[in-house]
């Protein structure tokens, strides 16, 4: 019966034992999983996994050391405190002739019997390593001052579910950072859809435009309105007096028409013009003055029509990466300007023609009624030698007078000359010459 008793004992002790040492590690356990629930930084991690080490295994010198870049191990924790970053110990793999082992199988390496570990590690007197796994290679490694008293269960354990945890965190950073790729995707796919919608709804009002004024000033105002452009203005090139001529400005400022720049007055607009591309400040480190715009951080698009640039549009961009939206407008605005400029030479052209064809119809009019005030008389005229009558075409005799207004514009007015005068009145011719 004691015999039997003393057994029953000893079985119980061993399973108080166990049932402690499983309750221990549970109480762990729980403790890692409370401080670490919202913990994904693995340098945050590092530190709590040995802060655990030294609050189950008092007195020991621990530290926590994690794999960069498949190649070098650094020190991040000990004793339960970061190491600072100017003070952290870096090694690579080669360093420690385990140490690949310890990574790539990822097994306990207890107590290596060789000098290395004293000259890597002097503040440890007999270090022990416990890989933190992960897959396919462990993500770094503990190391313990090691004795006959250790309870290497332990610090394999924390160890493993330290490297699960950590894992657990690469995870989260990758979902993470994909989350934030994602997001970025997506503004970026809501800015593309936000300005190719800006750029149809400006395209469809540049179209309407009736000349070339109108459009440059559309084009300014929307750069500003509808692109985030800060202020805009757009010039055209004169080449009867190598000018350049303000057209349309935007940004709440004063107007920019009166605005002329000398073919060499900006290095900037020259270059883009020659070049017929896009300029900006950091290749010109220089701000540009048009009128009362000043601009900064600028940028110069041309206005190009089959080729020819026949003008630019300057741009205050500020830190904002809308070159190619503004650029895709512009290059829009400069075909339309090429049509608007064929246009108004062809209107030119035509009312040219218009004034040339009724100037002709004026003068032709005039020549008719000239021709028409003009009557002749052609031909053998018969008329009689003696009363001098004359007959017309149907056989009758006329008086000559009355024959001629018939046919011409003339009147007669009926006088006497000096000789029938004095033929019928010769009494009074005498008392005129007395």
């Known amino acids: 019966m004691p015999l039997s008793v003393q057994k029953n004992g000893t079985i119980i002790d061993k399973l108080m034992r166990t049932y402690e040492a499983s309750y221990n590690r549970m109480v762990i356990l729980e403790h890692i999983i409370c401080v670490t629930a919202d913990v994904y930084d693995p340098i945050s991690i590092a530190v709590q996994i040995s802060k655990e080490i030294s609050t189950h295994l008092p ?3 621990n530290a926590v050391w994690l794999l960069e870049n498949n190649n070098t191990a650094t020190e991040i924790a000990r004793n339960g405190q970061p190491v600072a970053i100017t003070r952290r110990n870096t090694y690579g793999m080669d360093s420690l002739a385990g140490l690949p082992g310890l990574m790539q199988n990822q097994v306990v390496l207890f107590n290596p019997e060789n000098s290395q570990p004293s000259e890597l590690f002097p503040d440890f007197d007999r270090p022990s390593f416990f890989p933190l796994k992960g897959t396919p290679n462990a993500l770094g490694f503990v190391i313990i001052d090691d004795s006959d008293t250790l309870d290497r269960d332990i610090c394999r354990f924390i160890a493993e579910f330290g490297g699960m945890i950590l894992n657990n965190s690469i995870s989260h950073q990758k979902i993470e950072n994909q989350r934030r790729d994602l997001e970025e995707m997506t503004n970026i796919l809501f800015m593309h859809n936000a300005q190719l919608s800006s750029l149809h709804h400006i395209g469809w009002k540049i179209a309407q435009a009736e000349d070339v004024d109108s459009l440059c000033h559309t084009v300014a105002r929307d750069l500003v309105d509808e692109l985030g452009v800060e202020k805009a203005a757009l010039l055209l090139i004169d080449e009867e007096l190598s000018q350049l001529k303000g057209i349309g400005a935007a940004s709440g400022t004063p107007r920019i028409e009166h605005v002329i720049l000398a073919s060499d007055q900006e290095e900037a607009v020259q270059e883009s013009i020659k070049s017929g591309r896009i300029i900006k400040y950091f290749d010109f480190p220089q701000k540009i003055v048009i009128g009362p715009h000043v601009f900064a951080r600028w940028g110069i698009f041309p206005l190009k029509c089959k080729g020819h640039v026949r003008g630019v549009a ?7 990466d809308i070159s190619d939206i503004v650029s895709i407008l512009v290059n829009h605005a400069g075909m339309i300007l090429d049509n608007l ?13 218009q ?10 009019s005039e020549l008719q009624a000239a021709l028409a ?8 005229i018969p008329i009689c030698s003696n009363c001098l009558k004359v007959r017309d075409d149907k056989g009758y005799w006329q008086r000559v007078e009355k024959y001629i207004q018939d046919r011409t514009e003339a009147e007669f007015s009926h006088s006497l000359c000096s000789d029938c005068v004095k033929e019928l009145y010769p009494d ?4 005129v010459e007395l």
């Open 428 to 431: 009074l011719c005498e008392e």
């Open 341 to 353: 400029i064929v246009l108004e030479d062809r209107n030119r052209i035509y009312a040219c023609l």
């Open 314 to 320: 300057v741009a205050e961009l500020g830190n904002k």
């Open 355 to 364: 004034e040339a064809n009724a100037g002709q119809e004026r003068l032709i």
């Open 59 to 61: 007195g020991r010198t």
């Open 373 to 380: 005030e003009v009557k002749t008389l052609r031909g053998i």
